[in-house]
């Protein structure tokens, strides 16, 4: 059974920059997609970006100046970072997998972080 | 490259059906039929529940079904039930290997 968890601080300061990391157990990395979504309390999902296991990346649009995904398939991790950070990217951060390329299957989630942005 | 369009809310009785939908454009909904509906209870992370527009995951009930016409998705749930009751979200292929989410729904069970 594939199982992700997010880890990483859970308070960042305003301008700074956030960085977590999702570890993949059960299972490997290849031959699928790996995403992070994030959900701003009481609000909705936001697909942020993703990485293939070779190392491609794809990010939305409206965060690509300021984030950037990596994977390291010898320890079974990819990784998010985010910069210059503001309040408004507090939010519970979910790491997915993508079971194939184009439709959003997203098939295994890990619980969620919740990171929070402070002044 | 702006969220889709879903009701803030819906509600029904157990038994009875209900359809969210969700409403994009041209460039998403409209010209893709790379469409999945995700459910989520409080403090739970999403569930994919339809993929595909209409294909469900193995373990999903035949309770749900998705269908797509033009620019809007729809997810159908039938025989409510109790353990329903959760938020719903869409999310479709936006061209460029992005995604976008709509904005969710809250399904009542009266």
């Known amino acids: 059974q594939v199982q992700l968890q997010e880890s990483g601080p859970r308070l960042v300061k305003s301008s700074e920059t956030l960085s977590l990391t999702c570890t993949v157990s059960?299972?490997?990395?290849?031959?699928?997609?790996w995403s992070w979504i994030r959900q701003p309390p009481g609000k909705g999902l936001e697909w942020v970006g993703y990485i293939y296991y070779s190392g491609s990346t794809s990010y939305n649009p409206s965060l690509k100046s300021r984030v950037s995904i990596s994977v390291d398939t010898s320890k079974n991790q990819f990784s998010l970072k985010l910069n210059s950070v503001t309040a408004a990217d507090t939010a519970v951060y979910y790491c997915a997998r993508q079971q194939r390329h184009l439709t959003p299957l997203f098939d295994y989630w890990g619980p969620g972080t919740l990171v929070t942005v402070s002044s | 490259q702006s969220a889709l369009t879903q009701p803030r809310s819906v509600s029904g009785s157990p038994g009875q059906a209900v359809t969210i939908s969700c409403t994009g454009t041209?460039?998403?909904?409209?010209?893709?039929?790379?469409v999945s509906w995700y459910q989520q209870h409080p403090g739970k992370a999403p569930k994919v529940m339809i993929h595909d527009v209409s294909e469900r995951p193995s373990g999903v009930p035949d309770r749900f079904s998705g269908s797509k016409s033009g620019n809007t998705a729809s997810l159908t749930i039938s025989g409510l039930q109790a353990e329903d009751e959760a938020d719903y979200y869409c999310c479709s292929y936006a061209g460029s290997y992005t995604w976008v989410f709509g904005g969710g729904t809250k399904l009542t069970v009266l």
């Open positions: 059960g299972g490997s990395l290849s031959t699928y997609y």
């Open positions: 041209n460039n998403d909904v409209g010209d893709y039929n790379y």
